[in-house]
Structure formats: structure tokens, C-alpha cells
């Protein structure tokens, strides 16, 4: 069973930064694609990035330019890298591991993920 385990989230101001961690248990963890997805309050949960097992990145166009996704595969953990916040970016953000290691961007795609930490940007 795969464990993945958010941190780093809070409370910050507009223009502030904040690295979010992702902690995975399992042996395997390199040989996935990691992402991460976020859900604001009464919205879908939506694609921010995501990180293949070689490195290979994207990310959502609404982040491009401030976020930067990155992986450690002796720790089985993955940041996300948070600059230029703004409270539209104010969600829920998810961890999660895709079914295999291809860079993919849709939640179907993905079959484990964490319980979510809270970030929240005010203006």
C-alpha cells in the first residue's frame, strides 16, 4: 500500500512564497510520475504539475512561471516549489502518484493520493 503525505502548507500573503513536500512510502517511487493537483472551496479539483520519473515537468498555465515542481528519489519525496501567490491560489493541494511513469495530467490518471494540505493566500 502507497502512503503519500502533504506538508508545508499555510497561511500566507499575496506575493508571498510557500514548498509544499510530499513524503511517499514504497520502494518504487521513482519509477512514477508524481503531481500535483489543488481544489478551492465549490470548485473541481484541477491540475497544477506534475514530474515524470527521468525529471520532465509540466504544469498548469494558471502557474506557469511561479511554481516549480521538483523530486528527490532517495527521500520518495516531491516539492512544489511556490512563488508570486495569489489568494486565486488559495486550495486544497494534493499529492499524487500516477499509474505509471508517463507525464501525465488527469486525475483519472492517477491512483493514489494524500489527504491534502491547506493553503491559503491573503490579499
Known amino acids: 500500500q502507497v502512503q503519500l503525505v502533504e506538508s508545508g502548507g499555510g497561511l500566507v500573503q499575496a506575493g508571498g512564497s510557500l514548498r509544499l513536500s510530499c513524503a511517499a512510502s514504497?520502494?518504487?517511487?521513482?519509477?512514477?510520475?508524481m503531481g500535483w493537483f489543488r481544489q478551492a472551496p465549490g470548485k473541481e479539483r484541477e491540475f497544477v504539475s506534475a514530474i515524470s520519473w527521468s525529471g520532465s515537468s509540466t504544469y498548469a498555465d494558471s502557474v506557469k512561471g511561479r511554481f516549480t515542481i521538483s523530486r528527490d528519489n532517495a527521500k520518495n519525496t516531491v516539492y512544489l516549489q511556490m512563488n508570486s501567490l495569489k489568494p486565486e491560489d488559495t486550495a486544497v493541494y494534493y499529492c499524487a502518484r500516477a499509474y505509471g511513469g508517463s507525464l501525465v495530467i488527469r486525475s483519472y490518471e492517477y491512483d493514489y493520493w494524500g489527504q491534502g494540505t491547506q493553503v491559503t493566500v491573503s490579499s
Open positions: 514504497g520502494r518504487t517511487f521513482s519509477t512514477y510520475t
